[in-house]
Structure formats: structure tokens, C-alpha cells
């Protein structure tokens, strides 16, 4: 006899799909889009999880998990998602609860971003393909199950995009009554506090954020400067005097100041007459001169210096390297800043530069350096260790996730596919034409959060690695849906609900709006 289970039958098959549309039809008609993207993303999300299964690991990622067991909590990385790290293993033993819960919250704040588009009238037909693409393309799909704090701040810097869309959508439809409803609030002060916490130079993105929603929402300016006010005081107030208070370390200053070291280095690689003995002699107590002149002539990354320093004695010439640095800017400014273009290039070059120069673009979020154990040893004889060993739940998935993410790696398309700098361009153009077409000026609030990012990764970087970019390349894939409305007449959007009992009739008088 044969052991296949007997195949439904049609009549069960009808009965089946029947019951499924019963279960739908319950479903409140605002919901249903946002259900279905999350379900859809959710599905994609859990391929790459069990793939990657427990998640994907590197360097930074082992630096998480031995901060919090060993008790060496620095503030060199987020403490909140040292928070995160500490939780999950101390309560399920390893890091697969939390990458679980990373692809939840990302797919989440996707189908609520799809809802909230379509209050500036963008089809849930043209905003669920872009936000299952988010997904499903390698390397920006499987990054959202890294152990790492760009996931979290990444799912933030949606949520503001998504809250900023709703809101300006309320202005465009002319409900806006100078009031943030609660749930937007909530979402809003979350994102904020969020973008502050997961990445240590974040709360500027909160700001410029928050000055595109000013100009953008008048009744509701008060508010809005409260609540970015509140935020950033908070999220400094826990870097500046509660981490230190509760035996949280400090970064180490050497890593703090390493990119100003590196615009030294930049500067004697170029014009080395500039400094004096004394200044020669400062620099040799650190590293060699043979060791500054070749790292300066690398100037898209500072890792390459950072990595030559003693740092102990680094740390403790603080002061006279950034005396040193402060003269270096006087007298060579156009060096300095050309130093910081360089190595800001990920955030404004569409296309990368030399290989030999470190110049392409690092995407290591599943690699494991193998110094790792050198520098943390405390973490070789770990339980922990043997934890963040790939355990895919698929061989056959694990096969096809690895082609798949090895193939997003091609230098032909590194452009688009590991840098942010094309998707910002086509968001600022995108949200330009919406508006344009619109004749809406405030729907230009949509790119605040792009601008946010991309100025402060171009302020300050450290090495070209494809996460510091992420979120903008999932904001600029979602703007894609853009495109569509672009064709549509301007004038006042109709909400969904309006748009199915409304008379059809003659087009809408155009409608001029304020800036």
C-alpha cells in the first residue's frame, strides 16, 4: 500500500477557498492592505532566516555578544541593542529570537508604510511589489537578519518615512486639522528615539527629519519641536551621564577620533613640509611615519590606520594628536575636507572607487574576521561561541540564499545593489516630481529622512560598508511606487474608503496648496 496521503478533493478544495474568502471579508478594508504586505514579507523574510538561520554573524556581531557576556559593556556600539543581545541569549540561549523578531518588526513597519503611501495616493498594486522587493533582492533582504544595530535603526528610519507619508497625506487630502493622531505620535517618538539609540550619531537624522515635518505641517510645529526636543535630550542624557553612571565604558577615544587621525595621515601623505619636528615627533609615538604616509594615501577608509595604531598610547595622547589635528585644518583646509569627501564617498558617489584604495564598497555583515578571537579571547572557550554557528534550518535554502547573495556582489552592480547614493538621488527626484505634480510643496517632507542619513554618513564614515546605507536604499526602493501616481491629475487626494462610494463625475477642480 502506499504511504502518499489521499489528495483533497475538489468539493474540499472549494470549501477550503471558500472558507479563506470568509476569513478575509472579516477583515476591516483598511487593514487588508498592510496584512497582506506583511504576510508577504514576513514569508520572504522567514526564507532568509532559516537559510541564515540563526542569523547572519560577523565581526561586530561576536563584539555584541562578548560585551554583554563578559560584563565589558562599552558605548563604542548601540547599548540598546546590547539591551537586545543580552536578553535573547540570556533567555533562549542563542541570536535566532532576535533576528526572528527583527524580520517581524521590519515587515511590519513595511505594510505599514504601504498604508501609509497610499493616503498620498499611491496603489497598494504599486507600493506591495516595491515593498516585497525590499525582501526578497540580496544583500538588502537577508541584512534585515544580521545580528547587528543598522537592522533596528534601518526599521526606524522606515517608520519615520512611513509616519512622515501618512501625515503629509492628511495634508494633501485636506483632513489635516493641526493635530498628530496617538498612534502617530507613538510611532513617530519611537522612530526618533530609535535613530538616536541603534546608531550613536543618529539623533541629527531625528532633527533634520523633524525640520522637514515642521515646514511641512503648520498647527503642529510646537509639538513637533517638543517632541524632537525631548528625544535628542533624552537620547543625550543617556550617552553623556547615565551610561557612565550605571559602569557603562566609554568609547575608547582612539576609536572615537580615528577618523580625524586619518585626515592627518591624509594630509602628510600630501604634504608632508606642512609639519614640524614636533609634530613628526607625536606622530611616531603612535605608529610609524611609514605607517601614516601609507595609510594617507588610502583615503576612503580610516581602518587602515586605526588598525596601525597602539592605542593605548593613542588614548593617552588624546589632546596633543587633536591639537595636531585642529593645526592641520588650519593650514591645509582644502586637504582636510577633501580627506572627508573621500571617505564620506559611500554617501554621495554613485559608482565605487579603485579597489587598490579601499575604494569598493565592504558588505562583511556574514564574515568573521579570524583575529576576532585574538583580540577576544574571553569568548573562544564561550557557550556563545558555538551559538553563532550557521545551523541553516534548509541545506537546500542555505545553497540557494549563499549563490544569491555571492551574485548581489558583482562589481557591474555594486552601484545599485550595495550603495545608497543612487536610491537617495531618485527619492530627491521622485518626491520632487510628486510634489510638482501635485502642486503640493509640503509632500517634499517625504526626503527628510534620506537627507537625514546621507548627510550624517557623509559627515562622518569610517570604512565604505554597505549597512551605514541601508536605509535609504529601502526608502528609495519604496519611492519606486512613486512612479505610477506621477501619471495621475493633480489636485486632492480621495481616500480609499471615499474613492468606492464616490459619484463618478468630473474630474476635481485643481486645488492650490500653501507650502
Request: aromatic residues 10%; charged residues 15%; positive net charge.
Amino acid at each position: 500500500m502506499s504511504d502518499t496521503p489521499p489528495r483533497p478533493s475538489p468539493a474540499a478544495r472549494v470549501a477550503a477557498v471558500a472558507k479563506a474568502q470568509a476569513l478575509w471579508s472579516r477583515v476591516p478594508p483598511a487593514l487588508r492592505l498592510p496584512l497582506a504586505v506583511f504576510a508577504a514579507c514576513q514569508a520572504c523574510y522567514l526564507l532568509w532566516w532559516a537559510a541564515f538561520y540563526p542569523g547572519m554573524i560577523n565581526y561586530d556581531s561576536l563584539v555584541f555578544a562578548w560585551q554583554v557576556a563578559t560584563d565589558h559593556w562599552i558605548a563604542n556600539h548601540s547599548i540598546l541593542y546590547n539591551c537586545l543581545v543580552w536578553l535573547t541569549l540570556n533567555t533562549t540561549g542563542g541570536f535566532a529570537a532576535l533576528t526572528l523578531l527583527q524580520t517581524i518588526a521590519m515587515s511590519a513597519a513595511l505594510g505599514y508604510t504601504c498604508a501609509s503611501l497610499r493616503a498620498i495616493g499611491v496603489r497598494g498594486r504599486w507600493s506591495a511589489p516595491a515593498a516585497v522587493a525590499c525582501t526578497l533582492i540580496p544583500p538588502l533582504g537577508p541584512f534585515i537578519v544580521y545580528v547587528g544595530k543598522d537592522v533596528p535603526f534601518t526599521i526606524c528610519v522606515v517608520l519615520t518615512f512611513a509616519v512622515t507619508a501618512r501625515l503629509v497625506g492628511r495634508r494633501l487630502q485636506g483632513s489635516w486639522n493641526g493635530r498628530l493622531q496617538r498612534s502617530e505620535l507613538i510611532l513617530l517618538c519611537v522612530a526618533f528615539l530609535g535613530i538616536g539609540l541603534f546608531r550613536n550619531n543618529g539623533f541629527p537624522i531625528s532633527v533634520i527629519a523633524a525640520l522637514s515635518l515642521f515646514l511641512a505641517l503648520p498647527g503642529a510645529r510646537r509639538l513637533i519641536t517638543a517632541l524632537v526636543t525631548a528625544t535628542t535630550a533624552l537620547t543625550l542624557t543617556l550617552m553623556l551621564a547615565v551610561y557612565p553612571a550605571v559602569g557603562i565604558q566609554p568609547a575608547p577615544k582612539t576609536l572615537v577620533y580615528n577618523t580625524h587621525y586619518a585626515d592627518v595621515a591624509v594630509t602628510y601623505a600630501q604634504a608632508p613640509g606642512l609639519f614640524t619636528r614636533d609634530d613628526l615627533r607625536l606622530m611616531a609615538q603612535v605608529t610609524s611615519l611609514s605607517n601614516w604616509r601609507k595609510a594617507g594615501t588610502i583615503c576612503y577608509a580610516s581602518d587602515p590606520l586605526y588598525q596601525k595604531l597602539h592605542r593605548d598610547v593613542a588614548d593617552r595622547l588624546t589632546d596633543p594628536l587633536m591639537q595636531l589635528w585642529w593645526r592641520t585644518l588650519r593650514k591645509a583646509p582644502q586637504t582636510v575636507l577633501g580627506a572627508r569627501l573621500c571617505r564620506g564617498h559611500l554617501a554621495w558617489a554613485v559608482f565605487p572607487g579603485p579597489k587598490d584604495q579601499s575604494g569598493r564598497t565592504w558588505n562583511t555583515i556574514n564574515w568573521v574576521n579570524p583575529t576576532f578571537y585574538r583580540w577576544y579571547p574571553e569568548l573562544k572557550k564561550s557557550p556563545y561561541r558555538q551559538a553563532a554557528q550557521p545551523k541553516p534550518l534548509s541545506y537546500t535554502l542555505k545553497h540557494a540564499a549563499d549563490f544569491g547573495y555571492a551574485a548581489s556582489r558583482i562589481p557591474q552592480l555594486e552601484w545599485i545593489l550595495l550603495r545608497g547614493a543612487i536610491w537617495c538621488y531618485a527619492t530627491y527626484v521622485l518626491v520632487a516630481r510628486l510634489a510638482r505634480a501635485r502642486n503640493c510643496r509640503p509632500l517634499l517632507a517625504l526626503a527628510g529622512v534620506t537627507l537625514g542619513v546621507q548627510l550624517t554618513v557623509l559627515a562622518a564614515i569610517p570604512s565604505p560598508t554597505f549597512r551605514y546605507m541601508a536605509p535609504p536604499m529601502v526608502v528609495g526602493v519604496l519611492c519606486l511606487s512613486l512612479i505610477p501616481a506621477l501619471r495621475r491629475a493633480a489636485g486632492p487626494v480621495v481616500p480609499p474608503q471615499a474613492s468606492r462610494t464616490a459619484p463618478s463625475a468630473a474630474s476635481p477642480k485643481r486645488v492650490e496648496y500653501a507650502p
